[in-house]
């Protein structure tokens, strides 16, 4: 029987994510789980977001369901240590970010498609004033290990660093800058990392029959990274002459998703411009509660919503998250590891819940959040993925 590590985290990950295992349970998905630590609490009794004794499952296991996490600022966070761990020059960093390095899951392929009668699902006039809901289907994938999230970044850079950077004509623009008075992060893309998740966009287009693969990046003035990824784009789409290669600018596919956005298939983006542009397809189909994520790698591969720990929402007596982007995760899992019937009868179900309007969190009734919504009709996390089963 195979075997996935858990790691609810922290916040909403402790609920949403066990609600995605009953799920995965009442769909057939026979599997062996083991619950690692991982996020906030982790840091602030151990110094370490990311024990050791998680990372030593995942080498033995290679397949992590991942909740939330919490991140604050470095400042706040080394407050948050417990007394015995103060002064000790101990850095926060980001746990997913530094699962993704180590395990070097460079593709995040991040799904954002349309459920027909989902309240929150993107609308639009038509040219005789009535209202028409496009249908979205896009799948963005994010260099999910390079670029601006790479951490090669410095405050006050070393004389080294500085005097390397001036070698470009550029810096001039900051010579009278002191070095204390300098952030400097650098954007990083290597040929390999692209050409990869580059490769990986084309094959998902031509294995799904999308018409198009859209360079999503900013050539005409990152000329360098950017260019690279264009360039690389150029090349793979010689080996799938169906598919038709775009090359869109960030800032412009940022208005052109919310004017035609079935016009977009498949997308792939550096790590930043990534995380940018799939957050503005997943607010077309109903936002954070139905954006799923993979981050896979070469033997290696976790999947996990997009969503924050919302950590004021864990608190409340009965959980009123809508935990649909844990399941779809967990159907990215399942896909992942060849179980493709058991990931589209849950995905079939989830359409069924959604599309009978029955069932619906406090997200989909376009409530504030709080405990009152209960009252007001809203299911709890828990009915919904009772709902999820029952239509299963």
Known sequence: MRTIVTMPGD?????????????????????????AEIGWECWCTQGNPL????????EEHRIGLFGAITSKPQAEAKQELAPGLQDKGLVYYSPIVGLRQHF???????????????????????????????????????????GLYSGVEWTNPPSAVRSALETHPKMAHFADVPSADLAISARIFSRGACLRIVKAAFAQAAEYGYRSVTVCE?????????????????????????????NTNIDAQ???????????GVLVSGNMFGDIVSDGFAGLVGGL?????????????IFEPTHG?????????????????????????????????????????????????????????????????????AASTRQMADAIIAAL
């Open 11 to 35: 916040g909403i990950g402790k609920v949403v994510l066990p609600e995605a295992l009953r799920v995965l349970d009442a769909a057939g998905f026979e599997v062996q789980t083991v619950e």
């Open 51 to 58: 024990p050791q004794r998680t990372l030593d499952l995942l």
């Open 104 to 146: 070097n899951l460079d593709i995040s392929v991040r799904p954002c498609r349309s459920f027909p009668g989902n309240p929150l699902n993107f609308v639009r006039r038509t040219a005789e004033g009535g209202v028409e809901e496009p249908p979205v289907d896009a799948v963005i994938f994010r260099q999910n290990t390079e």
């Open 218 to 246: 900013k050539p005409n003035v990152i000329r360098e990274t950017s260019g690279m990824m264009l360039a690389i784009g150029k090349e793979v789409q010689r080996e799938y002459p169906e598919i038709a290669l775009w």
């Open 254 to 264: 940022m208005m052109w998703l919310t004017k035609s956005p079935e016009d977009y």
């Open 289 to 301: 509660g139905f954006a799923a994520s993979a981050n896979i790698g070469a033997d290696c591969a």
């Open 309 to 377: 720990s919302a950590p004021k929402y864990a608190e409340y007596e009965e959980s009123i998250v809508n935990p649909i982007a844990m399941v779809l995760s967990a159907c990215l899992m399942l896909d992942h590891l060849g179980e493709r019937i058991i990931s589209r009868r849950i995905q079939y179900a989830v359409s069924q819940v959604i599309a009978t309007g029955e069932v619906r969190t406090y997200d989909m009734m376009r409530l504030k959040g709080s405990p009152g919504v209960l009252t007001q009709g």
